[in-house]
């Protein structure tokens, strides 16, 4: 695993846990009543679980300068999430330092003394902080900096949406001056003159400053924009279209948009019993009780933070924002946010025909066809990746489950179809497929939802892993076909299928 897919993990990981974190949180206060909500914070906890557990990066010995795999504007949302990686350790703190030369991973600075700081948020907490961007760095108040050797600067910067502040990475520094100076409390302070390294990408801030300030506009003003509204009324968020890649662009999508699922004329559908749901009296509180959480292994797939819904983590069984297609040079249209998304959000459903899979002949080269292979995925068969433990029990006790044969049902977006038709595949995508039994408890009919996997800033684009086993598509003669891939991941697959 390379040293960004190690720390996308980590991220990942901790995020699942500050889920887990604040649903059981909510819990303990929904029992308790009267309680005071989240007494625990749930970020500290998931910090916690991941030191006790031994999941963090570069920690407990720690690496002076750059990190493995956080290259400069890295973008974090929370403090404990750079204590995770090993970027900064001290998250109450603006300045981290290695207390001893034993903990200091790195021989040439052994003989250094210690305490040797070794990274830097300026956060604008200090009254005294200055940052005035290049040459000059910010103010600091113990005497732990040191010439020659170089300090990650990391600059938090406040954002409007549904997030605090973003911490940009902003490079490495040097320590080229330093003096005393009373400050504004009226208590003598250390302050450091810090210049940034030569050789390295340029400043990072832009990109926070553009998704701060400019990034609703910019939907508003969408440059090339082609189409006002793609689902033409029907979607509560208006879903714009842009298109600055073709000369003149290409307006046409040759679609219908659909928001839900519609069954397509040849299907008849199995009979379905339709579930009535659980008995809880407004929300769901207690998992022993509530009849949905018995059918996800006696815990609720959703946690709620500050009013909304989140998956806890993938599961095997269980649309609100700003998005936009948009032209790509060789993808033809993809999908992005201009909000960000965080990790654990559902993002869209995926709609259009439902169909049977037999018989489809007639579909071959058809690119918009989804599988509902919801127990497949269950099961790990054919290529797909098990998500273990998680099985619910009911479902993983019924043996006489044909799975062997493949999706017996897919959803097919060629004709008819909503936004998430028009998402990507990526070979490290930043969504994943959720499958949904509400009204029913048909696996073979479940609807199937994407969800991010990770911390979307706003305006990347939207992809998710389409699962094709390679050499499994052929032509109508029978001929194995072959896609190339464009994902532009670091770990490409160079081939779609
Ligand atoms: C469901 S569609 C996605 C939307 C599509 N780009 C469009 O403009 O309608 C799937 C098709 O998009 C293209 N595609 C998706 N991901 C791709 C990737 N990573 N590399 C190359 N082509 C991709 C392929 O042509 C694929 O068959």
Redesign the pocket.
Known sequence: MSPNQMVRKTIKLYYEYLRQSVQSENERCKKNKGEKRMVRRPDLQAMSIMIDGKHCLNYPIRRIGDLPGIDVGHQFYKRTEMVVVGKHYRWMHGIDYIPSSAECEMEEYKSCTFPLAVSVVLAGKYKDNLDMLEPRGGCVFRIILKKNVPVRLIRGCKYKGKIDTVFTYDGLYMVTGHWSEEGKAGFLGFKYELKRMEGQPKLNTNPVLFVREHASRYMVELTGKVCDDISGGQEKIRIRASNVVDDPPVPH?GFTYCKSVQVHGDVRLPAIETTAGCNCKGACVDPDICACAKLNNNEFPYVDIDGKGYLVRAKNVVYVYQLEVFR?P?????VRSSEFIPSGAPVCEYTGLLRRTNGMGNLIGN??ILEIDCLETMKGLGGRKSRERIVPTHLDQNEDMEVESGAEFCID?GTMGGVA??????CEPNLFVQCVLSSHHDLKLARVVLVASDNIPPLQEL?YD?GYVLDSVVDANGNIKK?????GAENCRKR?Y
């Open positions: 999508m790509t060789n993808k033809r249209w993809a690119e918009y977006a038709r028009f998402i990507n595949h990526s992809t389409y896609m190339a891939c464009y994902c779609l």
